[in-house]
């Protein structure tokens, strides 16, 4: 009985908190993402600077959709890492998410066009079909299938979390 | 963060509020006053003499603490229902749950305390559950700041600091726990526990507690063990806990019912047939069927509530007023916090079996009956404040004695974040509230209207609060233990 007692004193707490650490390592836990894998819906969008209009068919390969806005602070600071990925290459679409185009353009001029394509969503149609909720968000694609999806500011803390062990897994080139 | 953030996002306007403001810093007053008893329990383990009265020297704090996780979880409590719209009590909330834990295990180990304090028994009880209230706090600031659990109270997540936690925690119970294993010798009683002594009663009340608090860390944690092994959500409500809880609790009530009886340190042939047994039995068992039969209530967890309640209610009613006209000795804490008890199961029961509420589609100057109200929807107007503009609308309500009153709940949009948020609007009175909230506007013109009355939901505060009272007229009382 004593000795019962003395194991289970012991064992209890340590069952539990090993079970805590394994459910915080997983990679779910990191809050703000999420690995739901979907197509991106069907959409036709004018681009940003009204030249052309961009639909599914344009989207091709690898990429990632990163959602912005003007108007958006977070997206400021978020800005210099999207210009540093794509200085390494990488290929970023812009979804211009409830903007008004002038403001919009004011603000690529102003800080730089990290992005290969912007799409302009006003009413922020396409955005609500992948369930964003803010900007920005990011969206890391696969030939048109979206494979994460981050809600936040993207550094390069979030980029090796979250992106790095989906691109590594699957495989995906985004250069 | 990695960098300050260029402007602020705005205080989340459910936040900006008084209750809120103090429920939190009441809540860590409570889990931080019980790291007190912890450090005494841990002194006693290294230092390794069993004569040390460390339990003498940590009742008074234990109390203290105690005082203030109940009066933080009411204040809780009553800020979701009115400011979060919640419309209830208590709502099985991860973080809620994280509160009630260690007010569960600091009642047990309160009672523990009392019996190691006289006669140096329950001791292992009495260790491990010093450890284990301020573990269970610690736990909570864990589940709220980690990220792990969704809830409205995990505001700000952080995996990282969620494994510092962790790691914190981790190192507090593993280190108590071997002490524990090492000092086990010296820790043991060596006297036996007399049969129906108080000290026999309050082991049994430390199982029970044990059990409850036991149930409740697993309905906090199956959901995430499920989700990690089938990678689904699910979700552990109100039938898990009430069935839990019910059997439990009026099992609980009718022992210390007889309890009530039994003496420190030995053993007596306890009076089934006495007065106050046989009185206050006969009131509740009346009372229980004179409710049965007023409300229509059929659901035995519900009557059994009641008939627990009322048998605690009266027979310490009966008691106080024989130590009062007799001069004979009554533990006034216990009385009152244990009186307190049973109203808080009475109000819970009556509140759950009377409560009721609707959606009413409701135009302007126009009139709904629901139950003995007459709702008249006077006026909507918008009001712009500092920061967020309101829809405000007013409602005159009569009642069945033609008691008549303005509620005027709102919908706010805050400026900062856009959030909209709904502030509702309660008319109290003695026996129950009427609740009202106000959601969008039809296509006809028409508004949906929320409307609930809440039966005894402040005497279930009140009743908090008296048992909180108890343990403050312990603190400031004179008496030595």
Redesign the interface.
């Known amino acids: 009985m004593n000795f019962i007692l003395r194991f289970l004193v012991l064992a209890v707490p340590i069952a539990f908190i090993s079970m805590f650490y394994v459910l915080l390592s997983t990679e779910d836990s990191y809050p703000g993402a999420d690995y739901k894998v979907f197509e991106i819906p069907q959409f036709s969008l004018p681009s940003l600077d009204d030249s052309s209009n961009i639909n599914n068919d344009s989207l091709k390969g690898d990429f990632i959709i990163n959602v912005w806005a003007s108007w958006c602070i977070t997206c400021r600071v978020e800005h210099p890492y999207l210009s540093k990925l794509s200085r390494e290459g990488i290929k970023i679409i812009g979804l211009n998410y409830k903007d008004e185009r002038e403001d919009a353009v004011d603000w690529i001029n102003k800080f730089g066009d990290p992005y290969d394509l912007i799409i302009h969503d006003i009413k922020g149609a396409l955005a609500l079909d992948m369930g964003v909720t803010g900007a920005p968000e990011t969206f890391l694609v696969q030939n048109g299938i979206v494979v994460a999806h981050y809600q936040g500011e993207v550094n390069q803390l979030i980029w090796n979390k979250v992106f790095e062990p989906i691109i590594d897994s699957k495989k995906i080139n985004l250069k | 963060m990695?960098?300050a953030?260029?402007?602020g996002a705005d205080i989340n306007p459910v936040l900006q509020d008084p209750a809120l403001a103090i429920h939190p810093p009441t809540l860590y007053i409570g889990y931080v006053g019980f790291v007190i008893p912890f450090a005494c329990a841990i002194a006693f383990l290294i230092h390794g003499n069993s004569d040390v009265k460390w339990e003498e020297l940590a009742r008074k704090w234990s109390v203290v603490a105690w005082i203030f996780l109940t009066i933080g979880i009411t204040l809780g409590s009553w800020w979701a229902y009115y400011e979060l719209g919640w419309g209830g009590y208590w709502f099985w909330d991860p973080v809620e749950n994280v509160a009630l834990m260690p007010w569960l295990a600091a009642t047990a180990f309160l009672h523990s305390l009392s019996v190691s304090i006289k006669s140096s028994n329950l001791r292992?009880w009495t260790i491990?559950l010093s450890i284990s209230v301020f573990?269970l706090s610690l736990f909570g600031a864990?589940i709220v700041r980690?990220?792990?659990i969704d809830s409205v109270h995990s505001f700000a997540?952080?995996?990282e600091r969620?494994?510092y936690l962790?790691a914190f925690?981790?190192t507090i119970?593993?280190v108590s726990?071997?002490l524990?294993?090492l000092r086990?010798s010296i820790i043991?009683s060596t006297k036996n526990i007399k049969a129906f002594s108080k000290e026999s009663f309050i082991s049994i009340n430390n199982i029970f507690f044990g059990s409850l608090v036991f149930s409740v860390m697993l309905g906090v944690?199956y959901p995430?063990?499920y989700e990690?092994l089938y990678d689904q959500k699910i979700s552990v409500g109100a039938p898990f806990y009430n069935a839990i809880f019910v059997p439990i609790v009026v099992t609980a009530c009718l022992f210390l019912f007889f309890s009530i009886d039994s003496k420190w340190q030995r053993t007596i042939k306890l009076p089934f047939f006495s007065g106050p047994t046989i009185y206050s039995s006969l009131l509740a068992v009346g009372s229980t069927l004179l409710s049965m039969h007023s409300f229509a209530i059929e659901s035995v967890s519900i009557i059994i509530s009641l008939f627990a309640g009322f048998l605690l209610i009266y027979r310490y009613l009966i008691e106080i007023s024989i130590s009062l006209l007799k001069k004979k000795y009554l533990n006034p804490f216990s009385a009152v916090a244990h009186f307190s008890l049973g109203l808080l199961i009475i109000s819970i029961a009556l509140n759950s079996i009377l409560s009721n509420e609707r959606a009413i589609n409701i135009k302007i100057n126009e009139s709904e009956i629901y139950k003995d109200l007459n709702i008249f929807f006077q006026d909507i107007r918008v009001v712009n404040n500092s920061n967020h503009d309101a829809i405000k609308a007013s409602f005159v309500i009569k009642d069945i004695d033609s008691n008549s009153f303005i509620l005027s709940p709102e919908k706010r949009k805050y400026f900062t974040r856009g959030q909209i948020t709904t502030e509702t609007a309660i008319h109290v009175t003695f026996l129950r509230d009427i609740y009202l909230t106000i959601g969008d506007q039809l296509d006809d013109g028409s508004w949906i209207v929320n409307i609930q009355i809440n039966y005894l939901i402040r005497w279930i505060w009140i009743s908090a609060i008296l048992m909180s009272s108890a343990g403050l007229m312990l603190v400031l009382s004179r008496r030595r233990t």
Do not use: A, E, H
């Open positions: 990695p960098f953030p260029s402007n292992i491990l573990s864990f980690s990220g792990i997540n952080d995996p969620g494994l962790l925690i981790g119970i593993i726990m071997f524990f294993v086990f043991k944690t995430l063990i990690y």
